[in-house]
């Protein structure tokens, strides 16, 4: 059975490697401007004399590819979290709200300081991100103190979310002319418009947080099989929700921060994962989520640049259409269970 189930997750891994670096290239071609595979290459090296196609490639394509796969990334990883924390397979950031508090404070904070002319760095995006995430997170905490059912937790989590929207489009419609532009895609959700500098700054934040989470694969596969079970084994249970907590709410609000909600991203893709992998190991299933949230996220951000080209589509709108079958699946799977039980 071991050497099976080996077997099964190197396959698995393998087509997500190739997956990514298939949908990694596609997003780097395709686009308005044709280029081909050889000229993105050279564009890629610097031995392309195509002044255009350099900057497209380099300036363009390169940081929305790269940060579409470590946003994409970092969501999986962070519903997954969430999954675990709270035994949940539908649990996840733009569900429970917190990727809607991250975008009001985010909001706030650019509106206010756009009054006066004033553009907030990287560093203060994603702090104004982190502390909505925390107030999200620190709502859910508090109901989830007082309610019993799940299911009341997670329709709590998405009357936050719609309260914070409101606040947010409610932000939006007083803000300047010359701002409501920019607040108003941003709070649609899209990958467009991110620089390297950017793409510098979440691939630090981001790795940095799975690579956290990674190493609390043995707490967590502890914490799967019961507090009691955990606790046993020496697992500081307040030390790691509190690790849980903190690391969701940092991939979530770099998430947002720098592309806006993106919805259901973190509950499909480790639900598509565990069960194309047959197992719910954390030491696999983070790797694996990061992997796939990235293919995820590069084949809807593709979709949603081509569907309607020129027009382009805000993100959520393409990663709503395939994820949320995924979670109604994962809702029917979660029932059948329970009913057979």
Known sequence: MSRKRAIRWTIC????????AVSFVLELVIGSADISVSDVFSALTGNNSDKAAVTIVRDIRLPRTLAAALLGGALSVSGFLLQSYFNNPI????????SSGAKLTVALAMMFTMKYGILLNSAEIVGAAFVGS??????ILLLSGRVRN????????????YICSALTEL?????????IVNLHNWSMGSFSGISMDN??????????????????????SAYQLGESYAKNMGVDLKLFRTALILLSSILSACVTAFAGPVSFV??????????????SKPIVIIPASFIGG????????????????PVELSISTVTAVFGAPVVIMAMLSRRNQKGSV
């Not at 799940?150 to 979310?161: D, N």
């Not at 973190?266 to 197992?279: K, M």
């Not at 084949?299 to 640049?305: E, Y």
């Open 13 to 20: 891994f393998v087509s997500l490697v190739l997956l990514a």
């Open 91 to 98: 649990a996840g950031p733009y569900v429970l709200g917190i």
């Open 134 to 139: 925390m107030l999200s997170m620190g709502a």
């Open 150 to 161: 799940m299911a009341q937790l997670i329709i709590a989590g998405v009357m936050i979310g």
């Open 171 to 179: 932000t939006v419609t007083f803000a300047d002319d010359a701002n």
């Open 199 to 220: 793409v510098n700054v979440i691939a630090v934040i981001v790795l940095a947080a799975t690579a956290a989470a990674f190493m609390l694969s043995k707490p967590m």
């Open 266 to 279: 973190g509950i499909a893709v480790p639900h598509l994962v565990r069960s194309a992998f047959g197992t």
């Open 294 to 309: 990235a293919v995820f996220c590069l084949v809807c951000d593709l979709i949603a640049r081509m569907l309607f080209a």
